[in-house]
């Protein structure tokens, strides 16, 4: 599986951003999806995840009603709706992935996922 992320950029407070995360591979609907990110200095930390059905997901408190996770498995692809965007919101954003059997599961925990995509870097200006 290749993950390959894009869509960020510098914004200012208060706009929004939508993040894409491309992946090659097998059938999306069988991946559990998360986006976490790093921001300078900081560990890589959750944002957002989503079930291989896209009928669940889980989110950061940081960012719960702000953002929003999606995915088109037709497309391949899982998206991460920034709204509202803070300046504690600037990071590298990765998108990573972890195959399962169950439609359902929801990862919060980067060690289990096993494939990862490169960074996108949003930054958020005050």
């Known amino acids: 599986v290749q993950l390959q992320a894009s869509g960020g950029g510098l914004v200012q407070a208060g706009d929004s951003l939508r993040l894409s995360c491309a992946a090659s591979?097998?059938?999306?609907?069988?991946?559990?999806m998360g986006w976490f990110r790093r921001a300078p200095g900081k560990e890589r930390d959750f944002v957002a995840a989503i079930s291989g059905s896209g009928t669940g997901t889980l989110y950061a408190a940081s960012v719960k009603g702000r953002f929003t996770i999606s995915r088109d498995n037709a497309k391949k692809t899982v998206y991460l709706q920034m709204d509202s965007l803070k300046p504690e919101d600037t990071a590298v954003y990765s998108c990573?992935?972890?195959?399962?059997?169950?439609?359902?599961?929801?990862?919060?925990?980067?060690?289990?996922?096993?494939?990862w995509g490169q960074g996108t870097q949003v930054t958020v200006s005050s």
């Open positions: 591979g097998p059938p999306l609907g069988t991946l559990a």
């Open positions: 990573a992935a972890t195959g399962t059997f169950n439609i359902a599961r929801i990862i919060q925990k980067q060690s289990d996922y096993n494939y």
